[in-house]
């Protein structure tokens, strides 16, 4: 069965500092990753897909399959990012339901 | 209504008591889906459906029943709630089962004591 691994449950920087927020993955074939965002007080949310190839709110994510990993970045962060972070993953045989990780929380201090 | 909505936003309920979590949307999606959240595991999928009249068993089932009876609603049953299945709740939907983004709910805090 697929997995989704997220080894930090809290990570801590200040503004401005560069973020990643790691996720790894372990599926044989082909998944579709993404990056799941829940801010205080607001419904979880699509961040981004690592099909789309595409920045939001600065945020990059690339998907590599040599290390099964799909690890969240930015370079400069903003106290907004402060958020939970889910990675999840979804594979077509398992009716491209979503499996997530664990979550990582990030503070980013003033 | 506008998303998705869920009922009760929170819950204190007794062991071994019969609870009914409300999701409603009316987006017309087809694909409804029931996570549970808990601290250090993130979302674990309960129960999800396809389309309407039809379910399938998640992650972790055991314990809750859901329906579908028509596109917009998906009630989730605790039929004898236990302690542990104290957790925040969130109900999800998508345009369809191969459309992998899901809009979430706002969730329901349950506490089984």
């Known amino acids: 069965a697929q997995r989704v691994t997220q080894p930090e449950k809290l990570l801590s920087v200040f503004k401005g500092a560069p973020v990643e927020l790691k996720c790894n993955y372990s599926?044989?074939?082909?998944?579709?990753l993404f990056w799941y965002v829940q801010y205080s007080r607001q419904r979880l949310q699509l961040l981004l897909r690592?099909?789309s190839r595409e920045s939001i709110k600065g945020f990059t994510a690339d998907l590599n399959k040599g290390e099964t990993s799909f690890h969240l970045k930015k370079p400069f962060a903003q106290e907004e990012d402060s958020a939970m972070y889910y990675c999840a993953l979804s594979v077509s045989n398992a009716g491209n339901m979503l499996t997530f990780g664990g979550g990582t929380r990030l503070m980013v201090k003033p | 209504i506008a998303g998705i909505t869920q009922a009760p936003t929170s819950q204190i309920l007794a062991a071994g008591r019969r609870m009914t979590l409300r999701c409603t949307q009316d987006?017309?999606?087809?694909?409804m889906y029931w996570y549970r959240q808990d601290l250090g595991l993130g979302l674990r999928l309960i129960h999800y459906?396809?389309?309407?009249?039809?379910?399938g068993k998640g992650e972790v089932p055991d314990g809750y029943s859901v329906s579908r009876a028509n596109t917009d609603d998906f009630p989730l049953t605790l039929a004898s709630a236990v302690p542990s299945q104290t957790s925040v709740y969130f109900c999800?939907?998508?345009?369809?089962?191969?459309?992998?983004?899901?809009?979430f709910g706002p969730g329901t805090r349950l506490t089984v004591l």
């Open positions: 690592h099909i």
């Open positions: 999800a939907s998508s345009l369809d089962p191969s459309y992998n983004e899901q809009f």
């Open positions: 987006m017309r999606h087809n694909a």
């Open positions: 599926y044989s074939g082909s998944p579709e």
């Open positions: 459906s396809n389309t309407a009249g039809t379910t």
